[in-house]
């Protein structure tokens, strides 16, 4: 759970941000004219009006010209729009401020501050030869706004005017418009006119008109490469092939809604699991009866962490095959301000209780020093890590060799006691693995999915594929949760940045939080109900003990037993009320040894955990987990104790600002 509320605040966060940084400045296109008028030369006179809205201040406005279809562009200038009034292509010089240009590649700037403020902006210039005459017909394509990076911006309520250079009828004429949400408004004798509500950014916006070439009388004329009826042909396929774009992707978002909202259902129950909101009132000394590697797995819920061992080894010294005493710590340590004095070691000595097969793997991992008698002994000390100066020193390379090979048995021997909880139907951990593994599936498939529908570069889909590929060969072995969380960031930023259909974003971007969500709520085991129940007692004891503190009438004997489980079952802060204990460190000592260190500043578990860090070395690959914890002192009538788990250039027409 901590897990989930920590990702749901990490979204919130980088959607706030962002959003604070798109509304810190910006500007829209409200409003977008354009009358072009065909000469009879084939040159096309064009009159651009854009009405800006700026929340910022800017020094400049851009038009990107497209490289397409025509020989060039020539007289290009730039007016501020004075009267609000006058009327595109019936405009005097006394409605217009001219601005000054510049030019780079295929843009065009023209110089203007404004800041917070509505401006209309007016474009005047010259396509030469953009009309194809040939012997039968004359052709005019030109794409005003392109699919580049150029047209990053949407352009709102954008009219097209095309104005013939003498009378046709409308019959005689044919008129398309290659933009997914407009038309054509009006076919008259003397004008055309298309409309789109939204020419979207990173969108086509291009006009096509056929028209007889017999009032092109200044262009010489060619012989047409296709016929008129093959060139209709073509433009109906366009036209079919637009929709059924559009239709692909409608019904391509309407599928990642319908996974979002089922993957939703499922996150509700996932959430509603009696192991997460069962709840029980009980008295913590309950709790003293269960053995402590059943509480701690219960309590993790079958997910290890520093404390495993310490859990297996209290099992067997509550069990009775397994004393405590202390020990001093090795005399490298002795230079470390924050080391301990004394630690803790553990001696096993055979009796009439069988030891079960886990049991018997964990004396034989740890207990490997043999005294007379048949005991067999084990001291924190034979798994200290480095010292601070070692590790500043850079001398690690041996303790990181020991601490690899210490994991490898403990995990081996974790695994044998999962298998046994999972054998006695204690823990189910089926559904992980294909759940897991079935998101990672569906989240790569949907991504390439949402790149081919989205119109996103070949490119940017090989690059997609080789780092989430990767990803996910990484992640699809261990399922470890940092591999797979890296997964499903990683390839959802990835799809997010080269996502083009801006159709698909609400639904990408719903999509992918909700499998991450799906992700992090989804238990690595799920509990049987008794397991639940013994989780809501868990949960009880670790309310009340961090509430009230470990009782102050307990009885000393009984002292470790308290402590062991408040560490286990991760009790972030509990008191320990030692004004009221008469006993003094040597006697203490020999009673409750964890309880004696912890209580007179000699906690040996939270130093042992920090020489692990220490001879941690860099050559770890990012994903590696590790876990550490912390624990601090602090006096409230006696002592306390908390933990803590561990634009331009691109040939295409567009128009911006800057």
């Not at 042909?233 to 996974?259: C, D, P, R």
Request: charge should be positive; aromatic fraction near 12%.
């Amino acid at each position: 759970m901590k897990r989930l509320f920590t990702f749901l605040l990490f979204t919130l966060s980088f959607f706030t941000f962002f959003t604070t940084q798109a509304d810190a400045r910006s500007f829209s296109i409200d409003d977008v004219h354009i009358r072009a008028y065909i000469s009879p030369d084939g040159n096309l006179l064009i009159n651009e009006m854009f009405t800006y809205t700026f929340d910022g201040s800017y020094e400049e406005v851009r038009r990107s010209i497209h490289n397409e279809h025509h020989q060039g562009v020539k007289d290009f200038e730039a007016y501020e729009l004075m009267n609000d009034e006058a009327v595109l292509g019936f405009m005097e010089k006394n409605d217009l401020r001219q601005l000054e240009v510049s030019k780079s590649a295929n843009d065009y700037m023209a110089k203007m501050h404004v800041t917070d403020t509505t401006k209309k902006i007016v474009f005047v210039y010259i396509l030469e030869n953009a009309v194809k005459s040939y012997n039968t017909y004359s052709d005019i394509t030109v794409p005003f706004f392109g699919t580049g990076q150029n047209h990053n911006s949407d352009l709102n309520n954008v009219t097209i005017d095309f104005v013939f250079p003498e009378p046709l009828e409308p019959n005689q004429y044919h008129a398309f418009f290659h933009d997914e949400k407009g038309w054509v408004v009006q076919k008259s004798s003397e004008v055309v006119r298309f409309f789109t509500p939204v020419s979207k950014a990173r969108k086509l916006t291009e006009t096509r008109i056929l028209f007889p070439s017999t009032i092109m009388g200044q262009q010489q004329k060619n012989s047409a490469p296709k016929t008129l009826e093959q060139v209709l042909n073509e433009e109906e396929k366009k036209t079919e092939q637009l929709s059924t774009n559009t239709k692909k992707t409608n019904s391509y978002s309407t599928i990642l809604t319908v996974l979002s909202c089922i993957f939703g259902v499922a996150i509700i129950i996932l959430l509603l699991l009696p192991q997460r909101i069962l709840r029980r009132n009980i008295q913590p000394q309950d709790l003293l009866h269960d053995d402590p590697l059943y509480l701690y797995m219960m309590n993790r819920g079958g997910v290890k962490d520093n404390y495993a061992f310490l859990a297996g080894i209290y099992s067997l010294v509550e069990k009775g095959n397994v004393k405590v005493e202390t020990t001093n710590t090795l005399t490298r340590f002795q230079t470390e301000t924050d080391a301990p004095k004394k630690t803790l070691t553990f001696s096993y000595q055979p009796t009439s209780r069988a030891l079960n097969d886990n049991e018997k793997q964990l004396i034989e991992w740890l207990f490997t020093r043999k005294r007379k008698l048949n005991i067999r002994t084990f001291s924190f000390n034979s798994i200290y890590g480095a010292t601070k100066e070692e590790k500043e020193a850079k001398k690690v390379h041996s303790y990181h060799r020991r601490l690899k090979k210490r994991r490898l048995h403990e995990d081996l021997w974790y695994r044998g006691v999962i298998d046994q909880l999972i054998e006695n139907k204690t823990l189910n951990g089926k559904l992980y693995p294909i759940a897991t593994r079935a998101s990672m599936i569906l989240v790569l498939l949907c991504t390439i999915i949402t790149y081919i529908i989205g119109a996103a570069s070949g490119y940017g889909i090989i690059v997609y594929f080789g780092i989430s590929t990767l990803l996910w060969r990484n992640a699809w072995s261990s399922l470890s949760r940092k591999k797979v969380i890296s997964f499903f960031l990683i390839t959802s930023l990835l799809g997010w940045i080269a996502l083009d259909e801006k159709a698909l974003i609400p639904s990408y971007l719903a999509f992918h939080p909700v499998i991450i969500v799906f992700y992090l709520a989804l238990p690595r085991f799920f509990l049987s109900r008794e397991a639940a129940e013994a989780k809501a007692k868990i949960r009880s004891f670790r309310r009340i003990i961090s509430q009230e503190g470990i009782p102050s009438g307990v009885d000393v004997d009984e002292l470790d037993k308290w402590l062991i489980r408040a560490l286990l079952l991760n009790v972030r802060k509990f008191s320990l009320r030692t004004k009221e204990l008469n006993q003094s460190f040597d006697e203490l000592v020999k009673i409750a040894p964890l309880s004696a260190l912890v209580i007179y500043d000699e906690d040996p578990m939270q130093y042992l955990f920090k020489t692990w860090k220490w001879s941690e070395v860099s050559e770890a690959r990012f994903w590696n987990s590790s876990s550490s914890g912390s624990n601090s002192n602090s006096g409230d009538g006696g002592s306390s104790y908390s933990s803590s788990d561990s634009g331009g250039g691109d040939g295409g027409g567009g128009a911006g600002a800057d």
